[in-house]
């Protein structure tokens, strides 16, 4: 049975693939979004990310470090991204293609997050770079707030995310990531 990390990887890979594959406007400024997006919806509804990337309050948006890390700068780690897609470009005017023999994949996906993956997909599929960024920045969301308290590059938590949820659902989302950790714990 693959490890959490193993099984977050292949998440990762398989989210990127999907995206690229569904939405032909998808660049590396883009993708940072959406994945943005996937993690931060489905860390609210239940209490993980799908991905469990780092992200940070950048210039032009939140970004997954390690993601940026490997494709636009080519540095290696261990997520290999450049297995299933390809960067041409830079900035806005980048285009990610997926690679001739990257084959999605949504075994390791929950309903949940096969529900969301799409979801997200369908959202911004066809709108610019520019104006999923513009999204991103919307006042007092998590890349906002960390922005404003913390400055550039700093971590953006994802318990920002459940501000405004009531102490009920944030009670929620804590017994979620309760379980989870014992799971973990218990069974790798």
């Known amino acids: 049975m693959p490890t959490n990390e193993v099984r977050r990887r292949e998440k990762l ?30 860390y609210r509804k239940t209490g993980e990310s799908l991905t469990g990337e780092t992200y940070q309050a950048w210039d032009f948006g939140p970004v997954p470090v390690s993601v940026w890390q490997e494709m636009r700068l080519k540095k290696s780690c261990g997520l290999n991204l450049n297995n299933v897609v390809t960067v041409t470009g830079q900035g806005f005017d980048s285009k990610l293609k997926a690679k001739k023999d990257a084959v999605f994949s949504d075994d390791y996906f929950s309903g949940t997050e096969k529900t969301e993956l799409k979801n997200v997909s369908e959202m911004f599929k066809g709108i610019p770079a520019r104006m999923v960024v513009k999204a991103s920045h919307a006042r007092n969301d998590p890349w906002d707030v960390t922005l404003k308290t913390k400055g550039k590059k700093a971590v953006i938590d994802y318990d920002l995310e459940l501000d405004g949820c009531s102490e009920e659902e944030k009670n929620r989302v804590k017994e979620i990531q309760d379980d989870n950790a014992l799971l973990e714990a218990m069974f790798g």
Do not use: E
Request: hydrophobic content about 50%; glycine content about 4%; cysteine-free.
């Open 13 to 42: 890979r398989n989210a990127v693939l999907y995206f690229v594959q569904n939405d032909k406007t998808v660049g590396l400024t883009k993708l940072m979004k959406l994945l943005f997006y996937l993690d931060f919806r489905l």
